[in-house]
């Protein structure tokens, strides 16, 4: 059976993309597309396979630990996160160390309105794959490289991970309590949120090529994105000297800028299924909120305690203040602290785990963020969706991860017009 | 330069959650007018600030976010500043606003209201979105952090220890980088149908999505992960990869598959640095499948590059690793950026002037290197109410008995 990617008309029904992204932050940006009607043709090494469809998470359907790909028989695939990365598309196989493979490759970059890649940088020109050439075989094409540090200056030729780039950035040192080693982000949030700046950046370059009719060479760096999300760090250090390598930096949960007290975590009853604490966010940014927590807290008297009767003297003396809110959450339960301030119009947040987002959560239901999609193997299962509602042109979530090389057929013999015994031949040769 | 979003008329209401993604169309070659309460937008008085004196022009947040916009000062709370900007919108490509949920009704100014315009493309982002048992509720970033889920996995192995928020308004940047891809999927379209249409974007949404594994893990296996210093969360307690320099600093070493090559040069740097290597010589770890698991398993090389970390610098640890294939990296300070070499020639910095100090300052261009979408900032941000008047008379055909009108309502500034 065909995917359902070209099922639904989309904004996009008609762009194809040729898809070489692998891991998670390559995938993100065509991922993007799909939702919108978009053509993308996920090509995996012949023989072997896109490592995400097996080596991130165990067999949901064997009790055994050995990865899916080896089990005799299972011919899903049924990683989580690859379904997550990949649904909507098609796949196809493709031998690209043959000759014949990259021809293969050739006369689709023909076909194709983008084609997407996060080698590393020598991996497409070492294919004879240089942006000259592929301009040459289509000058209407997109050509978009994800990469840790793009693909010039002196750095090119180094890997990364989303922790590197992070790393790199500025972005993990700005995470954590003063004293203590860096927190950082808990995952790859350049993998994620990068992916999602790449799908911005595809899709600027898809608007763009139609715009002018011709095609362009996108050298995405995730660092470098990563680095207009920390420029007021930059600026400040610009202007006043100040860096955020310093002793009262980061301050944990506390704000920066403005600064506001109370603006912390504070622990609540309870553990969670791991034996980590359970916590609640709070922050008041105005008088009047905190003049409503003191209410709530019972402590009217604290208004007028000179030591937290403006925002100024809180942020002075924020670590008794701290301590007052977290003696009075410690026996409370997390979600009755949330209900209770926000109805008195105080910012609160229980740290939400996945479990509470997926299971209980009335708003994620509500706008139902965690979609259900049809999988041959497991039922229905719900994926991550596409969270903006767009009302004349809505995305879709246009169904499962394709299974290992499940469109050659469509790819090889209907785009391409290749015969039966031409596919064939290729299958035998081990092109595809 | 000619951006994607050249010929572009952005109106947009001046929210600190939004800017960025106004930002973003305006560096893309967009005008993008913002609308600024008469005090200034909330985004002018966050700081920091030039000096760290208080002062709406001087704001650095708010320069960052805000490069080449033009700013008008309108209290659209009073009727005839609602006129003005429902004006504005009839001649607009793009809306951004952040207001809540049923504020813009209540003025005239919802989509429905102003949608004779057929091309305008009409975005809300806003906490939750437009609907919703939660749609009320009052948030900042830290708080879509923890809702979202970005603080569960993120903080100390200690599980007594409190989850943490990375700071830099994370949340925001998420839903502006969503915005702004259905805001261009949005014109993609318009260019053939001509319609413009209305997008509704959740901070909580978005963020909900953003966890990478786990609400895979959660769905999937039922697990719960465990938090991590400086890395993944993960459903089982693992080493620690965020290990400390000589230089008092912190790299984060990946852990990764070393072919022949790597691992001897491995080798000889940890013999350089006085690391033990006399097991590791051993023969049986030449196989690069036994050193793999080893790697992953064992503690032998994990406490040799331990050692080796601790006696060596950060910057070293990285270049030098990176130079034999391992993708470590140096926790880096922001700023520490400036001065490298790779992004000079990368022409990633892009100064900008600013007559407040007297001098310009290196922005970065952007996430991509690419003349055909012409991405970066273009110019300073604007001062509070400085393109009030070109924009009242030349957009708007007002003359200066109106203005000055308007100005006595209170309506203008």
């Not at chain 1, 099922?7 to 993309?17: D, E, P, Y």
Request: hydrophobic share 40%.
């Amino acid at each position: 059976m065909s995917n359902a990617a070209h099922k639904q008309k989309g904004v996009l029904s008609g762009i194809r993309v040729l898809d070489f992204t692998w891991k998670t932050v390559g995938p993100w940006a065509p991922r993007l597309l799909t939702h919108y009607g978009a053509e993308v043709i996920h090509v995996e090494r012949a023989g072997g396979f896109d490592d995400h469809r097996f080596a991130v998470h165990r067999s949901l359907t064997v009790d055994d630990e050995t990865p899916n790909h080896v089990q005799g028989g299972k011919k899903w695939y049924t990683d989580p996160y690859f379904n997550t990365l990949h649904h909507g598309k098609l796949a196809i196989s493709l031998n690209t160390r043959n000759p014949e493979g990259i021809k293969l490759v050739e006369k689709l970059i023909a076909k194709c309105d983008a084609i997407v890649e996060n080698f590393s940088a020598e991996v497409f020109p070492n294919w004879g794959l240089t942006w000259e050439r592929i301009h040459e075989i289509n000058p209407k094409i997109v050509y978009m490289s994800s990469s840790g540090f793009g693909h010039t200056g002196e750095w090119k030729g180094f890997r990364s991970f989303g922790p590197t780039a992070a790393a790199q950035s500025g972005l993990t040192l700005a995470s954590g309590l003063p004293g203590q080693p860096p927190a950082g982000w808990g995952y790859s949030y350049l993998d994620v949120m990068g992916g999602w700046m790449g799908g911005l950046g595809l899709m600027q370059a898809l608007m763009q090529a139609k715009k002018t009719g011709k095609g362009m060479y996108l050298d995405y760096s995730v660092t470098e994105g990563a680095m207009t999300m920390v420029g007021t760090f930059l600026l400040d250090y610009q202007v006043n000297g100040r860096g955020t390598r310093r002793a009262d930096f980061p301050p944990g949960n506390r704000a920066v800028f403005p600064q506001v007290a109370p603006h912390n975590t504070y622990r609540c009853s309870g553990n969670d299924r791991v034996g980590q604490h359970w916590w609640v966010f709070i922050a008041c940014e105005t008088q009047v909120q905190f003049e409503a927590l003191c209410a709530l807290m019972g402590q009217p008297q604290l208004v007028l305690d000179p030591k937290f009767a403006t925002n100024e003297a809180r942020v002075k003396h924020q670590d008794e203040l701290d301590a007052i809110i977290g003696r009075w959450t410690r026996a409370r339960r997390r979600y009755d602290i949330m209900r209770q301030c926000q109805n008195a119009g105080i910012i609160a947040a229980a740290i939400q785990s996945a479990e509470d987002r997926v299971e209980y959560d009335p708003q994620l239901q509500h706008r139902e963020v965690f979609p259900i999609v049809q999988h041959p193997e497991l039922g229905e299962v719900p994926y991550e969706g596409y969270p903006p509602k767009l009302s004349r042109t809505p995305a879709y979530v246009h169904g499962r991860a394709p299974t290992l090389a499940e469109h050659n057929d469509y790819v090889f013999g209907e785009l391409l017009g290749m015969s039966e015994a031409e596919i064939a031949g290729l299958k035998e040769r081990k092109v595809i | 330069m000619s951006g994607v979003y050249e010929g572009i008329t952005v109106v947009e209401l001046a929210d600190r959650r939004n800017q960025w993604a106004g930002k973003l169309l305006s560096d893309g070659g967009a005008r993008v007018i913002q609308i600024e309460p008469l005090k200034g937008s909330p985004g002018r008085w966050c700081g920091p600030f030039v000096q760290d004196k208080a002062d709406p022009d001087n704001c650095l947040d708010y320069w960052f976010n805000n490069t080449g916009k033009q700013s008008v000062t309108l209290d659209i709370e009073r009727k005839p500043a609602q006129d003005l900007l429902r004006k504005l919108l009839a001649k607009a490509d793009v809306f951004i606003e952040s207001t809540a949920p049923g504020t813009l009704a209540a003025m005239g100014l919802d989509y429905a209201a102003v949608a004779a315009n057929r091309g305008l493309i009409y975005a809300s982002l806003t906490d939750f979105g437009q609907d919703g048992p939660w749609r009320d509720l009052h948030m900042n970033d830290t708080a879509h952090l923890a809702l979202g889920g970005t603080m569960a996995s993120s903080g100390y192995a200690d599980p007594t220890v409190t989850p943490i928020a990375g700071k830099g308004n994370q949340a925001w940047h998420m839903g502006c980088a969503f915005t702004l891809h259905a805001i261009t999927v949005a014109l993609f379209d318009r260019m053939t149908s001509g319609e413009g249409q209305y997008i509704d974007v959740g901070i909580h949404d978005v963020c909900a999505i953003g966890t990478e594994a786990a609400v895979p893990h959660w769905m999937y296996f039922g697990e719960t992960l465990y938090r991590h210093t400086g890395m993944h969360a993960n459903a089982k307690r693992v080493p620690p990869l965020e290990l400390p320099t000589a230089d008092g600093k912190y790299v984060m070493a990946v852990n990764q598959g070393l072919s022949d090559k790597t691992w001897n040069a491995l080798l000889d740097w940890m013999d350089e640095r006085g690391v033990p290597t006399s097991e590791l010589r051993d023969p049986k770890y030449q196989a690069e499948p036994v050193r793999t698991a080893e790697y992953r398993q064992g503690t032998l090389i994990r406490d040799a590059v331990r050692k080796l970390i601790a006696a060596s610098n950060a910057e070293e640890c990285f270049l030098r690793a990176q130079n034999m294939g391992i993708s470590w990296a140096m926790i880096r300070a922001a700023e520490e950026n400036y001065g490298l070499k790779h992004y000079e020639q990368r022409d990633y910095w892009r100064n900008v002037e600013h007559p407040q100090i007297g001098r310009s300052i290196p922005y970065p261009r952007g996430p991509f290197t690419c003349d055909a979408l012409g991405i970066e900032p273009r110019g300073r941000a604007p001062n509070l109410g400085e393109h009030t008047r070109q924009v009242l008379t030349q957009d708007l055909g007002l003359n200066e008995q109106q203005i000055a009108a308007l100005a006595a309502a209170g309506a203008v500034k």
